[in-house]
């Protein structure tokens, strides 16, 4: 007689089962033809809809719960090769509510009991850990969004306030930007010395020119002048044209006499450059030589933001303006005249001209004038630093602003050793 028959065979599976009938998981044992033996209290729980299932067929009972073909035939492939397998992620409708369940079974053998060879299996309900990573998730992906959102709106803010700078002085950008307060408060009354330039008969010479060239034209004239302007520490108000009005002494100043030094030093550096840039421009067919008047004056002006609601401009008001305007206007091309309240502040360190007096249009005294010729002990340390230009016979070298003599030639060696080593490769070719 086999022992198996000295038992009772439903008390037995019973005990088997014992550990599965207590568990927190729904767990079900079914024999080799994978026919459902016996199920917990919390298979029924979870899985009401299904109702009896003692005696049916676990993977029909499977296919009622919703899973598909593919995970069905994974569950019974895997049993049938591994003796055990695992389905991680089950979705099933309970009451109207998806629920995921992790699915693990495993086969099972008894020596001395064969009814206790079979299959069994417990459903993990793992709703709660799958909803708490489903919003980890949705953390990171927003998290992830708002990054890249915040990347392209500064990415956005960098370019508008880039764009922005080329519209602005350095010293007023940084001013406007820098202010805690609202920037159409800010007014002031500053003593300025004020640069007013103009190219003589360009209205007439552009006339003639086609868009191109005047843009190369007018782009290259501004820009070295702006450049000039700004490592003389001057503010750029505005280009009207070809004009150009710069003021020293806001947003920063080192003093009235130093500031008007510097607007000294930024004319005639100009004055300079535009005789070098002569070259350029004949290269790109302007025939005529350019020539610029310069007008500087010192006073007090009423400097910050005017306008209206819908734009505002930085700029500067006041006689000294106009005073720099007229000057200008008033003085051959390729000079620099001066008002009186300037040379006063200037002439321990400037070579100048008494030009004798003028009463300016819109004036009522007159207004005694100075042409500025150059300065004194700083001017060869102003030439050291400008542009310089070389015209060979083969070819043409320009030092650019700021770069040293030293290292140019240091540039130079090394285009000469790039020319010799294409030269020898052309003739061993």
Not at 68 to 96: A, C, E, M, W, Y
Not at 174 to 190: C, N, Y
Not at 199 to 216: C, V, Y
Not at 326 to 345: D, F, V
Request: hydrophobic share 40%; with cysteine; aromatic share 8%.
């Amino acid at each position: 007689m086999e022992i198996e028959e000295l038992f009772n065979r439903q008390k037995i599976v019973d005990m088997s089962f014992f550990n599965f009938s207590n568990a927190i998981t729904a767990a079900y044992f079914a024999d080799k033809d994978l026919n459902i033996q016996k199920v917990n209290a919390n298979f029924r729980a979870f899985f009401p809809m299904l109702g009896n299932v003692i005696d049916a067929h676990f993977p029909n009972v499977l296919k009622q719960l919703g899973l598909d073909d593919k995970q069905i035939k994974t569950f019974s492939t895997g049993l049938r090769k591994n003796g055990h397998v695992l389905i991680p992620k089950i979705v099933i409708t309970v009451d109207g509510k998806e629920r995921v369940f992790s699915l693990l079974s495993a086969k099972t053998k008894d020596d001395h009991f064969s009814y206790l060879n079979g299959v069994q299996g417990q459903f993990v309900d793992r709703t709660d850990e799958f909803e708490l990573r489903r919003e980890r998730e949705e953390l990171l992906e927003e998290k992830i969004r708002n990054r890249e959102i915040i990347e392209d709106k500064t990415k956005k803010l960098e370019i508008l306030a880039n764009r922005l700078a080329k519209y602005l002085s350095p010293q007023i950008y940084e001013s406007i930007f820098a202010a805690d307060t609202d920037v159409k408060q800010g007014f002031a009354r500053k003593n300025l010395t004020i640069f007013f330039s103009d190219l003589e008969g360009f209205t007439d010479i552009s006339d003639g020119m086609e868009p191109e060239r005047l843009a190369f034209v007018i782009n290259t004239y501004l820009s070295e002048m702006s450049a000039i302007a700004l490592d003389c520490g001057g503010t750029i108000d505005k280009f009207i044209g070809d004009a150009i009005l710069i003021f020293f002494g806001d947003p920063e100043t080192d003093g009235e006499k130093e500031d008007a030094v510097k607007c000294a030093q930024m004319a005639l550096r100009m004055r300079h450059r535009i005789v070098e840039l002569q070259e350029v421009w004949k290269s790109h067919g302007i025939s005529k030589p350019l020539v610029a008047r310069m007008g500087i004056s010192t006073g007090f002006c009423t400097v910050g933001n005017f306008g209206s609601d819908q734009r505002l401009e930085y700029t500067a008001f006041g006689s000294p303006v106009n005073l720099a305007s007229r000057l200008e206007t008033a003085t051959p091309a390729g000079t620099i005249l001066i008002s009186e309240q300037t040379y006063l502040l200037i002439r321990e360190a400037a070579i100048c001209r008494d030009m004798g007096e003028v009463t300016p249009k819109g004036f009522v005294r007159p207004i005694r004038t100075y042409e500025l010729e150059g300065l004194k002990d700083e001017g060869k340390k102003i030439l050291d630093d400008m542009f310089k230009i070389h015209v060979g016979k083969h070819v043409k070298v320009s030092l650019i602003e700021g770069s040293t003599i030293r290292e140019a030639i240091l540039e130079l060696k090394e285009i000469q050793e790039e020319f010799e080593r294409q030269l020898q490769a052309s003739t061993t070719a």
